[in-house]
């Protein structure tokens, strides 16, 4: 019989998406008081996947990754993910009575294992964490890099995104490592 325990301390990061790098910056620092400062923040790197944003969030989206340097429980990813969703409604704008964001953010955790995206959306490869929060498994460890999956989005599939959370990937055993001690 199996025993429950503890998964251990996970890497918080958003995904961002704007076509305004100063809100980019000014969400940024929201989000470093809020989780406890930044560890790694990407280059703004332009994204050109699809045009499903466009109308809400303009020409010329940039995505910023930004990863925090304290470390949360996965349960936790649930009220941060709707605690992005309270921070995009206050910068929402007004477009002929409809509101349209301007900023998008998708929080996630990533363990040397796996990366963990979470969205308001269901569908056949999320499973639902409560709250209308819905995890998917995004990029997992495979020979000692994270790999994407078929179901993965074109941006996290991306050679510079996956530099990125591959490198990243060695800090969180060296985060997790000093967690356990430092406990």
């Given at each position: 019989m199996g025993v429950p325990k503890d998964p251990g301390p996970v890497m918080l990061f958003a995904?961002?998406?704007?076509?305004?790098p100063g809100l980019m910056d000014d969400v940024e620092k929201n989000l470093a008081e809020k989780y406890g400062g930044i560890h790694y923040r990407s280059e703004d790197?332009?994204?050109?996947?699809?045009?499903y944003y466009r109308k809400e969030l303009g020409e010329g989206i940039r995505r910023r990754f930004i990863f925090f340097?304290?470390?949360i429980v996965p349960d936790e990813i649930v009220g941060i993910k709707l605690e992005t969703n309270r921070i995009e409604?206050?910068?929402?704008?007004?477009e002929g009575g409809?509101?349209?964001?301007?900023?998008?953010l998708d929080p996630g955790y990533l363990d040397p294992a796996k990366v963990v995206l979470v969205s308001t959306k269901d569908f056949s490869h999320r499973i639902y964490l409560g709250s209308g929060i819905y995890g998917e498994l995004t990029l997992t460890n495979?020979?000692?890099?994270?790999?994407p999956l078929p179901y993965t989005y074109p941006d996290y599939r991306a050679e510079e995104t996956l530099r990125i959370f591959n490198s990243i990937r060695g800090d969180s055993v060296l985060l997790r490592r000093r967690s356990r001690t430092s406990a």
């Open positions: 995904g961002m998406l704007s076509g305004d790197l332009p994204w050109n996947y699809t045009t340097r304290d470390l409604g206050r910068y929402l704008r007004d409809e509101p349209l964001r301007r900023i998008n495979i020979g000692g890099v994270f790999r």
